[in-house]
């Protein structure tokens, strides 16, 4: 369940709409993205009022020198083409604020172009292959609030980065940063730092001389500890150093009172840091593989918590404190060794996902059915105990949209799973299913159904019925009906074989109907009795009534 848990990631680009309404014979937003356009039509080029256009995601290979008539252009987005050069009417553009030329094959030396576009507040140059950043850059645009340069190449940042006194959020995410660039501590309006994915050892002191950062990102990095002076930044609320080789938090209680986020997952902590425990503000926190045996006792003062990751640990019971975290809405306890759940679960009433994946249960905790609120549930056992029953009582959770039990030993599957109506996706897989339930034909809210690696042979004759039902998956299974091949084709040829056979059988009921009625208008008795004279090798009750009548009746000999 770990992509339902994850940290939100930050998506440096958010399309923006113009905020000026749309007037007859005038146009100020166009967006002709995703058309696969190979040239800026003229068209575009003509509407000398717009001031949002979006061209992103097609084929362009060139910019016209046309493109200095659109005058007053705010915001511009040219990414996922294949340009190559920049034109210099493109620097002519004195009202751009937000121009985005990401993933494109650009070469290096055309973006001296930007030099020219003095009112640009945000830049965004992802996956360019850039080994530095031009110069120009940071001598000539002075108004940038946010800057985007993620999946580089970059070491390191030219010196002038210094100039960016209004610098507000810089993204470095998947470079080759092996010193963390220090110029940026002296950038007194910075608010965001994304430097996950490199290569980084430490963190210099000065960081505490940015007052007003409010969310640092250095994950799968290999810092080995924090600057003490990281407790300067007070107006912080998210901290992200998952992935480094941390062993404690420098901190001192009282500091970061802010703190609404913080991942500490894959590191060698042993125990939760004190420190974590008297940040009451915590929504989001991340614990993952980071050896941890127990939580202490004042984890519950986290009363605020809604997202806590705990998988990948070495938990053999359930932490109690956990109980009292009635904000919660998400809890992964997957990977551990835990073999029985708390009766207090209960009092979770907020609870929508929760993960337990990969543990020791020796069946299925009955102690989930208190969880009304819950939405999706991960029980598979890849590594843990398997689980050779779903019991009845599944049929109570009646806002569960998705249920994992995957890699166990279930035969066979609960009735009540037909009268759960907001379950959306079941995943089966790799199971001992030799048959499905006929009432799992009246969940008529499955989207996914995944049953590969089971023993199954036939379906549900009505399965047909589930209209909303895009996603099957039967490889691995000894199917007879429908046969292999058919199964193999898709859903459409399993629906058709499915109506087919269930045609045929509606056929042969009525041709079985229309002889019981032959056989009851002939006077042979109620069919199930001539059936059963007919297994005994005796004769019908009307032939035993004409029989007792000859012998009653006298012959002409007998007068």
């Not at 480094?244 to 060698?268: H, I, K, V, Y």
């Not at 926190?285 to 519950?300: E, I, K, N, P, T």
Request: charged share 25%; proline share 6%.
């Amino acid at each position: 369940m770990s992509e339902d848990i994850q940290k939100v990631e930050y998506l440096p680009k958010v399309h923006q709409q113009s905020d000026q309404p749309q007037v007859i014979g005038r146009t100020f937003f166009i967006d002709t993205s995703n058309r696969n356009l190979t040239a800026i039509p003229p068209e575009i080029l003509a509407l000398e009022d717009l001031e949002e256009v979006h061209l992103e995601n097609n084929r362009l290979e060139e910019i016209s020198q046309d493109i200095q008539h659109l005058r007053h252009i705010r915001i511009l987005y040219l990414d996922r083409n294949n340009l190559r050069e920049l034109c210099p009417e493109l620097g002519a553009l004195s009202n751009l604020e937000g121009l985005d030329l990401s993933c494109n094959p650009l070469n290096p030396s055309s973006l001296q172009v930007l030099s020219g576009l003095r009112a640009l507040r945000e830049l965004r140059l992802y996956h360019l292959d850039l080994r530095e950043l031009p110069v120009v850059v940071c001598k000539h645009l002075h108004h940038l609030e946010l800057l985007g340069l993620s999946r580089n190449c970059l070491e390191a940042l030219p010196k002038e980065i210094v100039n960016q006194l209004k610098l507000r959020e810089i993204y470095l995410q998947q470079n080759q940063f092996k010193v963390f660039p220090q110029e940026l501590c002296v950038l007194p309006n910075l608010e965001i730092i994304d430097l996950d994915e490199n290569k980084l050892r430490a963190l210099p002191e000065e960081i505490g001389d940015l007052t007003r950062l409010q969310k640092l990102y250095v994950a799968h990095n290999q810092l080995p500890s924090l600057p003490r002076s990281l407790c300067r930044c007070r107006k912080m609320t998210v901290l992200e150093v998952s992935h480094n080789l941390l062993d404690s938090l420098p901190c001192a209680p009282g500091e970061l009172p802010r703190m609404t986020e913080l991942g500490l997952s894959g590191n060698c902590l042993g125990k939760v840091p004190r420190l974590v425990c008297r940040w009451p503000a915590l929504h989001l926190l991340y614990l993952r593989d980071a050896g941890l045996r127990g939580l202490r006792r004042s984890f519950g003062r986290l009363l605020q918590l809604r997202f806590l990751d705990l998988g990948q640990n070495q938990l053999d019971r359930f932490p109690p404190q956990i109980c009292a975290l009635k904000d919660l809405e998400a809890l992964a306890l997957d990977d551990n060794n835990i073999g029985q759940l708390p009766s207090e679960l209960g009092l979770l009433s907020k609870l929508k996902i929760l993960g337990l994946t990969g543990n020791q249960f020796l069946s299925f905790p009955e102690e989930v059915f208190s969880l009304a609120s819950l939405e999706k549930l991960y029980i598979g056992q890849d590594q843990g105990s398997k689980l050779s029953r779903l019991p009845e009582q599944i049929g109570k959770l009646q806002n569960l949209k998705e249920l994992y039990i995957e890699n166990n030993s279930l035969e066979y599957l609960p009735v009540s799973l037909g009268s759960m109506p907001k379950l959306e996706v079941l995943d089966c897989r790799h199971n001992l299913l030799k048959q499905l339930p006929d009432e799992i034909c009246q969940a008529q809210g499955l989207r996914e159904l995944l049953l590969e690696d089971n023993l199954l042979t036939c379906l549900p004759e009505n399965l047909d019925s589930l209209e909303n039902l895009k996603v099957l998956t039967l490889m691995n299974n000894p199917m007879k009906a429908p046969p292999i091949e058919v199964c193999a084709q898709g859903n459409e040829a399993m629906w058709r074989y499915l109506r087919e056979s269930r045609n045929q059988r509606i056929k042969a009921t009525k041709i079985q109907a229309w002889w019981r009625g032959i056989m009851v208008r002939k006077g042979f008795g109620r069919f199930e009795e001539l059936q059963k004279a007919r297994k005994k090798g005796k004769t019908s009750p009307k032939d035993k009534k004409g029989k007792k009548d000859a012998k009653k009746k006298p012959g002409k000999g007998n007068k």
